[in-house]
């Protein structure tokens, strides 16, 4: 779902809503359940944040994932306990997805430890730990941001055609034409109807690609490497525009941000 308050600030710095005041009533007790849960791991420097569209206030009961990120825990806790409170709030949201990283995927010069400390920063609301990873001052909304949200594009399209959800791949590609369109628009975006809308100004012969990708978004079922390499969605992680954006190819580590809730607006853009 969009926040409509992302964007750049007038000096250029990224701006979102993600706000723990802004979360709806209904998630309240899902989240309880989480940070419960995670008090109980043992981990001392373990952070829990909140992200996507229940954090922006946007989510629909019911139809929106509860989206959070573990930082310094194991990924078996975060699958089990995504799992166990999935089901005890199907009446609420539609899963839990928390989704793990290492602590030390926040440090260092590289573009990707940079996209997650944009990412951290101002797309994710702390829930529980020592929120000791963030940093207090606004990163600005350029061609860095855009890279390290995407670099890793590369091995994503190798790990797809082994097979994916058909989700993962066309969210991943959108967020990347996200990039793109918000380097040569000056704006900053992450939305995937702002994505596909914008660059069917570039490449309007592509519009049907961007529809299907839109479509893709919303259902969770596996895409085939035969698919894969047959459909022409696979052509999107060869494009000059998202290898200028993007650079070079770097090891999988951002999966965590891509996980916001797709638009459901996709039948106006097939009406154009």
Not at 244 to 257: A, E, Q, T
């Amino acid at each position: 779902m969009r926040d409509p308050a992302e964007g750049l600030t007038p000096d250029g710095m990224i701006r979102t809503g993600a706000s723990r005041a802004r979360v709806a009533a209904a998630f309240e007790p899902v989240l309880a359940a989480a940070i419960k849960e995670f008090d109980q791991l043992q981990a001392d420097s373990a952070e829990l944040h909140l992200y996507g569209s229940v954090a922006t206030g946007m989510a629909r009961v019911g139809k929106s994932d509860v989206d959070l990120l573990l930082v310094g825990g194991s990924e078996c806790w975060a699958r089990d306990v995504g799992a166990r409170l999935s089901a005890r709030f199907a009446d609420v949201c539609r899963g839990v997805e928390i989704g793990p990283a290492p602590r030390s995927a926040y440090f260092g010069d590289g573009d990707e430890a940079y996209g997650n400390r944009v990412f951290l920063r101002h797309y994710c609301v702390p829930l529980a730990g020592p929120d000791a990873l963030r940093q207090p001052a606004p990163f600005p909304g350029n061609m860095r941001a855009a890279r390290g949200f995407n670099g890793d594009i590369g091995i994503h399209l190798a790990q797809w055609r082994a097979g994916a959800l058909a989700r993962q791949v066309a969210r991943k590609t959108l967020v990347a034409a996200a990039g793109v369109v918000s380097i040569r628009r000056r704006i900053w975006t992450t939305d995937r109807e702002i994505a596909a809308r914008g660059w069917v100004e570039f490449e309007p012969e592509r519009r049907g690609e961007l529809v299907s990708l839109l479509a893709w978004a919303e259902n969770e079922r596996v895409a085939s490497a035969e698919e894969l390499q047959r459909r022409p969605l696979a052509r999107w992680h060869r494009l000059d525009g998202c290898r200028s954006i993007c650079g070079r190819n770097r090891p999988v580590g951002r999966h965590h941000s891509l996980r916001t809730i797709a638009s459901r607006q996709s039948v106006d853009l097939r009406q154009r």
